[in-house]
């Protein structure tokens, strides 16, 4: 995004001991969030160089999450539920069996990490199959675009959470009642990216008994930042802890910074504390105090995210 300079000029000489240079800088508010995948990722360090005439240079880095806002409340469609219908029927011979039905519910397509997804699932088994169990799948669709040398697209689907309830008998109907905590995961549609498309997708899986084909349907779901205004009391929202973890040595892969907080619409630079330099690119020495976000002021009732470590992270961030 930017570089800064310190102790420039001629021959300097540090003192002994321990020495703070405190800086901040704004973030444009238009990054997509940090991101990492089998084909590709996006990722945000902080890079410091000490230049030593004559000498190697010394080099650290580490990295950070960004967290673009992804406000559910923004769209209709997001409250709208997820419903999925499956019908089948089991013919041996010439005969057709009746129907084995089944119906599941979730109130609303779109979460926030840390939000419980309540599920409805009624089965009707009129057939003279034994249904074994109804599998629910949260998976994580992501889709790499690459245009050079040549185009090339390439998609991997994996499964982030996972339940399942069964059994239901021939010619019985049941009635479950299951919950799907939403992991600490990155939000869907990575803003301004054109390389990589983040998906999530809710997948039921029926499985039957015999040699018959298994029944499977799949809608998609929404992951964002801030939870629907009808939901937020369901559960503390959290977010994805260090997307992408590293300083630059191999051998430590742990999380050293918490996620950036989610951020609201773009908001104007205050003025540089006295004594402060604005530089190029949204750098600030010192700076000025950060701008919160205004959720607190839009939606009263939601409280502050929770941050985790997300299961999805990098194994080193050293230059290739």
């Given amino acids: 995004i930017s570089t800064i300079l310190f102790l420039t000029g001629n021959e300097i000489e540090i003192p002994s001991g321990k020495q703070v240079y405190n800086f901040t800088c704004t973030l444009p508010p238009v990054l997509p969030s940090s991101f990492e995948g089998q084909y590709g990722y996006i990722r945000y ?27 559910l409340n923004l769209n209709p469609s997001y409250k709208e539920p997820i419903h999925i219908q499956l019908e089948k029927t089991f013919c041996c011979f010439c005969c057709a069996s009746p129907p084995l039905s089944v119906d599941v519910q979730a109130p609303v397509s779109g979460y926030v990490p840390g939000q419980v997804i309540p599920i ?22 992501v889709t790499y675009r690459a245009t050079s040398p040549t185009n090339a697209l390439k998609k991997t689907k994996d499964v982030v959470l996972t339940v399942q309830e069964g059994a239901a008998p021939a010619g019985s109907t049941k009635n479950w ?28 899986e029926c499985v039957v008994s015999g040699m018959h084909m298994n029944m499977h349907d799949k809608k998609y779901i929404t992951i964002g930042t801030v939870p629907l205004v009808g939901m937020i009391g369901q559960a503390t929202p959290s977010a ?12 430590q892969y742990s999380p050293s910074q918490p996620a ?12 540089s504390a006295p004594g402060g330099d604005a530089n190029p690119g949204g750098w600030v020495m010192p700076g000025a105090p950060p701008v919160q ?28």
């Avoid at 905590?181 to 809710?202: A, G």
């Fill in 45 to 71: 360090t902080v890079k410091v160089t000490l230049d030593r005439p004559w000498k190697f240079d010394q080099e650290t880095k580490m990295a950070f999450t960004v967290l673009n806002a992804f406000d």
């Fill in 177 to 204: 009642n299951l919950t799907m905590e939403v992991p600490p995961i990155p939000p869907s549609d990575l803003v301004n990216c054109n390389i990589i498309d983040l998906d999530y997708d809710f997948k039921v």
């Fill in 240 to 251: 994805p802890l260090q997307d992408n973890v590293g300083n630059g040595d191999p051998a």
């Fill in 293 to 320: 976000p205004p959720y607190q002021t839009l939606y009263p009732a939601l409280t502050s995210p929770v941050y985790k470590e997300s299961p999805y992270t990098a194994r080193t961030i050293q230059d290739r």
């Fill in 260 to 271: 950036v907080l989610p951020v609201g619409p773009a908001q104007p630079n205050a003025p």
């Fill in 120 to 141: 409805r699932i009624d089965i009707e088994n009129k057939s003279n199959v034994q249904l074994h169990l109804v599998k629910i799948f949260l998976r994580k669709v």
